[in-house]
């Protein structure tokens, strides 16, 4: 994890190096256009999440690392076969953690953050919210290490988890190929942020697509593209802080306006525009 973390400003260098190359593909050869702004308030958003993180990461890792003690099989870090299983259940807790963050108002008021860009470019990658804290999925993780995985190896295996979707976030990859059975992909990342509704909820997975195919989420992009990117009710500013709040505000005043319990708990923890 120390490698990782001593790694981080290379890590960073070489995204914006490769959303620089997107971009001179999206203007000179694909000539598709590029919304500069939206690009830099994303990089705004991540800004602004930078500097919540500590806190986040301050507050998830304490209640992990007390946990880590109530293990019920306790594993070691430095056995592969730990790593093999550990990834295939984050990849399955992430599955779930992101497809309630779809279908819970509490969560998705966090999440919509994410899927408010309306043009699929590298730097909307990292337009995540904030507030992830206070919705709390990262509770869904807690299960990992009461089984007994230990919590550096969850935290390095999510870490990886959003390395790699960084890259499926562009119109500049295809298809893959065989690929595309098993993990997720540029394709298939497409289609989860589309606003059509018959994309709508579909290809929650990190890393692999599999779960979707399990659970019955999977949808593929149609033939020839089309889709239209971003929230069914669009937030137009480029102001990050707008960005990561309109969605609070919007459970906030239907949450204000609900005149029963049974209307507030919908507004709370209902399910998105539903
Ligand atoms: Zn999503
Ligand atoms: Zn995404």
């Not at 050869?29 to 939206?38: E, F, H, M, N, S």
């Not at 999925?137 to 999510?158: Q, R, S, Y």
Request: aromatic letters at 14%.
């Amino acid at each position: 994890m120390s490698e990782f973390i001593s790694h981080r400003p290379g890590i960073i260098l070489a995204l914006l190096l490769l959303a620089l190359a997107e971009f001179f593909w999206r203007t000179r050869i694909a000539r598709k256009g590029y919304d500069v702004r939206a690009s830099l308030a994303s990089l705004g958003v991540a800004a602004g999440g930078a500097l919540i993180k500590p806190l986040t990461a301050g507050v998830t890792a304490s209640v992990f690392l007390w946990l880590q003690p109530y293990a019920l099989f306790p594993m070691a870090l430095g056995d592969w076969r730990v790593w093999m299983a550990g990834f295939i259940a984050v990849e399955f807790t992430y599955y779930w953690f992101h497809r309630w963050s779809h279908l819970i108002n509490w969560l998705w008021a966090s999440h919509a953050v994410h899927h408010s860009a309306t043009e699929l470019t590298l730097p909307a990658a990292v337009r995540l919210g904030w507030t992830g804290l206070i919705s709390g999925g990262w509770l869904l993780f807690a299960p990992l290490i009461i089984i007994g995985f230990p919590p550096l190896m969850v935290a390095v295996l999510l870490a990886g988890n959003l390395l790699f979707q960084y890259g499926l976030h562009t119109e500049a990859i295809g298809r893959l190929g065989i690929l595309e059975h098993i993990f997720n992909t540029p394709s298939h990342h497409r289609a989860h942020h589309a606003s059509d509704t018959a994309w709508l909820d579909c290809n929650f997975g990190g890393v692999l697509i599999v779960f979707d195919r399990m659970f019955g989420t999977f949808v593929p992009e149609p033939a020839g593209g089309g889709l239209h990117y971003g929230l069914v009710k669009p937030i137009t500013s480029n102001n990050p802080l707008r960005i990561a709040l309109q969605t609070w505000l919007d459970l906030a005043t239907s949450f204000g306006r609900a005149t029963t319990w049974r209307e507030r708990g919908k507004a709370l923890f209902g399910r998105p525009s539903a």
